[in-house]
Nanobody, 124 residues
Framework: QVQLQESGPGLVEPSQTLFLTCTVS??????????WSWIRQSPGKGLEWIGY???????YYSPSLNGRTSISRDTSKNQFTLQLSSVTPEDTAVYFC????????????????WGQGTQVTVSS
């Protein structure tokens, strides 16, 4: 069974950097053909895709967050991380990590496994 678990501070001060870790069990983050993703949810914006890091290769980020987002892998711990710099209260959300796969030979995508989500509040 594949499991993902978010962890990190629940409170971040404005202008500082949000840092979250997703710990993956039951699958290797380099095991093939998956994109390890970060998604967030807030009442006003709904679900918002942040970015992903593939099983191999470079990260890709939402254009709206590209300038201050970094996603990386720690293969030895089977973890991937999110850094979001210069945060404001608008970054307050529940943050999810999830595994993105492919359906029907590339005709579609799905997020088949999700973490439970972790609340991050940006406040002084």
């Amino acid at each position: 069974q594949v499991q993902l678990q978010e962890s990190g501070p629940g409170l971040v001060e404005p202008s500082q950097t949000l840092f979250l870790t997703c710990t993956v069990s039951g699958a290797s983050i380099t095991g093939g053909y998956y994109y390890w993703s970060w998604i967030r949810q807030s009442p006003g914006k709904g679900l918002e895709w942040i970015g992903y890091i593939p099983y191999i290769g470079s990260s890709y980020y939402s254009p709206s967050l590209n300038g201050r987002t970094s996603i990386s892998r720690d293969t030895s711990k089977n973890q991937f991380t999110l850094q979001l710099s210069s945060v404001t209260p608008e970054d307050t959300a529940v943050y999810f990590c999830a595994r993105r796969g492919t359906i029907a030979g590339g005709t579609g995508i799905l997020y088949d496994y999700w973490g439970q989500g972790t609340q991050v509040t940006v406040s002084s």
